[in-house]
C-alpha cells in the first residue's frame, strides 16, 4: 500500500514538471483587437481611404527612395557594386562574432541539451574560419531552391526554452528560387555557403545555389521583361501543361518574363547544369498569379496586396516557408518596386517623415499621430514588432501585423492567446497586461514617401 502511495505522488510530481514545462496557449478566436467580419477584405479600407489610388510614388520617385535605402542609409545593398568593397577582415569579425554572440545566449539543442560544447565545437570546425582569405574575389549564383539562411552552417536548430521548437534562434531568414547571392565563403566540409544578399546575409545550403558569371546573373537579376509575384505562394512548373512541379515562389519575388499565353505566364528560374553549374531553363505559372513588372504604388494595390496575406501562418526566420512580421512587409511593398530591409528595426529607420514616442507619450498623442498618417504606406514600429496601418475606425487605429500571440487578463490572471498568423486588429491588443497594448509600446510612426 505504502509502495502504491509512494508511486502515485511520484507520478503527480513528474506530471507536473511536465506541464511546468509546457507553453500553454489560449486559442484565439478569428476576430480580435475589436476588428469587425467586413474588415476582411480590401475593399473595406479602399473604401475608408481618402484617395485610394493616387500613385503615392512614381518608378522613378520609388527607384531613388531605393538607392537612397542602399547608399546613404546602408540598410540594403547592391551585391554587384558593395561586394566589390568588402574586406575580408571584416567578414571574419562578423562571423566570429555571430558565433560568440550565440554562444552566449546558452541556447537549448533540439535534444534539450543548454551549453552543448561539443555542438558548438563542430559547428565552429565547420565555420572554416581560418580559410578566409584575405582579397577573395566573390562568386556570384541563383538560388535554384527555397533555402534557409542561417546564422550558422547547421540545419540543427538552437532554442531559447526546450519547448520552443518553432523559434530556432539560428533561422535568419530564406531565400526564394531566383535570389541573386553573392558567396563570399564555404565550409569546412563544402555543404554550406555564406552567401549574401540586398536584403540580408547568411549560410545557405550550397545544394540550392548555382554559381554562374557575374554577367549571367546580373542579366537573370536586373532583366527589364519581369513577372512580380502577387500571391503570397505562387507555383512553377516546368512544362507548358503545367503538371511537372519544380517549386514555389513568394509574394514579391521577380522573375524574368518571356511570354504571356492562355492563361499562363513562361518565365525563367535557374537550374543546376548536368556539370554542376548555372543554367536558366524556360518555366510556367498562372498568369493570375504574377504581375508584368510592378503594380503601381497606391494604397488600393498595398490594401489588396496585405489583406490577400490575411490569416497566412507566421514563420520565425522564414521557417517552414513563411515569413514573420517584418518579412510580410517586405513582400507587400516589394510588389511595387520598393525594397524594404528584411528586419524591423531596419525597416523603422527607411523614412526621415517619423514621429517617435517615449515612455512619457500618452496613447492620445500616439493616436493623434497616427490618425495624421496616411493609410496603406505607414509603418507603426515597436521593439521587435511592426505593422501596416490600414485607417481610423470610429477614433481606433488599426494594423494589419503578422504575430504569434498576444496575451490578456483572465480571471485576474495573464494568459497568451496563440495567433500565429497575418491577423487585423486595433491597437489595444494586450491591454491591461504587464507588456501593455500595442498602442502602448508603440515607439515610431514611419511614412514610406
Not at 48 to 73: E, K, Y
Not at 118 to 136: A, C, E, H, I, T
Not at 152 to 161: F, V
Request: glycine share 6%.
Amino acid at each position: 500500500m505504502k509502495f502504491r502511495i509512494f508511486s502515485i505522488i511520484v507520478l503527480l510530481l513528474l506530471s507536473s514538471r511536465v506541464l511546468a514545462q509546457e507553453r500553454i496557449h489560449y486559442e484565439a478566436p478569428s476576430l480580435i483587437g475589436h476588428s469587425l467580419r467586413m474588415m476582411k477584405t480590401a475593399g473595406f479600407w479602399i473604401s475608408h481611404h481618402p484617395t485610394p489610388d493616387a500613385v503615392i510614388m512614381s518608378p522613378d520617385a520609388i527607384d531613388q527612395f531605393n538607392a537612397r535605402l542602399r547608399n546613404q542609409n546602408k540598410l540594403t545593398k547592391d551585391i554587384f557594386t558593395v561586394i566589390q568593397d568588402l574586406k575580408t577582415e571584416s567578414l571574419l569579425d562578423t562571423l566570429e562574432k555571430t558565433l560568440s554572440d550565440i554562444v552566449a545566449k546558452d541556447y537549448y539543442t533540439a535534444a534539450g541539451v543548454r551549453e552543448d560544447q561539443g555542438f558548438m565545437d563542430d559547428v565552429k570546425r565547420n565555420m572554416n574560419l581560418s580559410g578566409v582569405v584575405v582579397g577573395v574575389a566573390p562568386r556570384y549564383g541563383l538560388v535554384v531552391h527555397y533555402a534557409s539562411q542561417r546564422f550558422l552552417p547547421t540545419k540543427q536548430g538552437l532554442y531559447e526554452q526546450k519547448d520552443d521548437d518553432e523559434f530556432d534562434q539560428l533561422q535568419n531568414s530564406a531565400l526564394d528560387v531566383g535570389t541573386p547571392v553573392a558567396v563570399v565563403h564555404t565550409s569546412a566540409d563544402g555543404l554550406w555557403y555564406y552567401a549574401l544578399t540586398d536584403i540580408s546575409d547568411g549560410w545557405v545550403e550550397a545544394k540550392n545555389v548555382a554559381l554562374g558569371d557575374i554577367n549571367e546573373v546580373k542579366q537573370f537579376a536586373e532583366d527589364r521583361d519581369f513577372a512580380v509575384v502577387l500571391r503570397p505562394k505562387a507555383d512553377v512548373f516546368l512544362d507548358d501543361a503545367m503538371t511537372v512541379y519544380y517549386d514555389y515562389v513568394r509574394m514579391g519575388m521577380r522573375l524574368p518574363l518571356s511570354g504571356i499565353d492562355a492563361g499562363r505566364v513562361t518565365v525563367n528560374v535557374p537550374v543546376v547544369d548536368s556539370d554542376g553549374s548555372l543554367a536558366v531553363k524556360q518555366a510556367y505559372m498562372n498568369a493570375e498569379d504574377v504581375n508584368p513588372g510592378f503594380l503601381p504604388f497606391t494604397a488600393r494595390n498595398i490594401f489588396k496586396q496585405a489583406l490577400m496575406m490575411l490569416n497566412q501562418p507566421y514563420g520565425w526566420g522564414d521557417m517552414y516557408g513563411e515569413q514573420d512580421c517584418s518579412r510580410f512587409l517586405q513582400m507587400v511593398f516589394a510588389t511595387v518596386g520598393i525594397s524594404l530591409p528584411r528586419d524591423s528595426k531596419d525597416q523603422a529607420q527607411v523614412s526621415n517623415s517619423v514621429v517617435d514616442f517615449d515612455e512619457k507619450s500618452d496613447d492620445t498623442a500616439k493616436i493623434s499621430a497616427i490618425t495624421k498618417a496616411p493609410a496603406g504606406n505607414t509603418l507603426l514600429a515597436m521593439k521587435g514588432h511592426i505593422m501596416l496601418y490600414l485607417g481610423i475606425i470610429d477614433g481606433k487605429p488599426y494594423a494589419i501585423h503578422d504575430t504569434t500571440s498576444y496575451k490578456q487578463t483572465v480571471d485576474q490572471k495573464e494568459v497568451d492567446y496563440a495567433l500565429d498568423r497575418v491577423v487585423i486588429s486595433d491597437l489595444s491588443l494586450g491591454q491591461g497586461t504587464h507588456k501593455g497594448s500595442l498602442l502602448r509600446r508603440l515607439t515610431r510612426t514611419v511614412i514610406i514617401e
